[in-house]
């Protein structure tokens, strides 16, 4: 299995609160819905493809729904996900440290299990989506989740 790490990013907000939103997907979709308006066109657009259950999101993709679901909760550090509807085995972990009463570091962590072939052809991509969603990850507004 492939290993494709986030840059380490700054949170400011405490871990508490960071892994109570991110261990609950359904929060985003409360979120998502009462502040349509502030989102990027592009964001809108997609909604529609994504769905958030009680500890599971779905992605509606053109090979099919994407599912994945929480399938660890190390409190306060780690939330692990993985795929339980994919065309290919992948697992996303996210993992939290304290560096200040409301300052946290996150990597997100990508995991692939994918044909050596592929590798070089989708690695780069993959690498960059994991960056990006880092970059996601710190710009969330934890408090009005």
């Known amino acids: 299995m492939e ?3 986030s840059d380490e990013i700054t949170i400011n907000y405490s ?4 892994f109570d939103k991110l261990s609950r997907p359904e929060t985003f979709k409360t979120h ?25 999101i779905t992605i509606n993709t053109p090979m099919g729904p994407l ?10 550090g780690k939330i692990a996900f993985a795929a339980t509807q994919s065309p290919v085995p992948f697992g996303m972990v996210i993992n939290l440290e304290e560096t ?6 996150a990597i997100a962590e990508l995991q692939l ?33």
């Open 113 to 145: 299990d994918l044909p050596i072939f592929l590798r070089s052809m989708v690695g780069g991509k993959i690498r960059e989506g994991a960056k990006k969603f880092g970059e996601v990850l710190a710009m969330l507004p934890y408090d009005e989740l």
């Open 32 to 56: 998502l819905e009462n502040n349509l308006d502030k989102l990027p066109e592009e964001v809108r657009q997609n909604l529609g493809q994504v769905s958030f259950g009680e500890d599971n």
């Open 3 to 5: 290993s494709y790490k």
């Open 67 to 76: 599912k994945m679901a929480v399938t660890e909760k190390t409190e306060p």
């Open 15 to 18: 871990r508490q609160l960071v």
């Open 100 to 105: 200040g009463e409301n300052t946290t570091q």
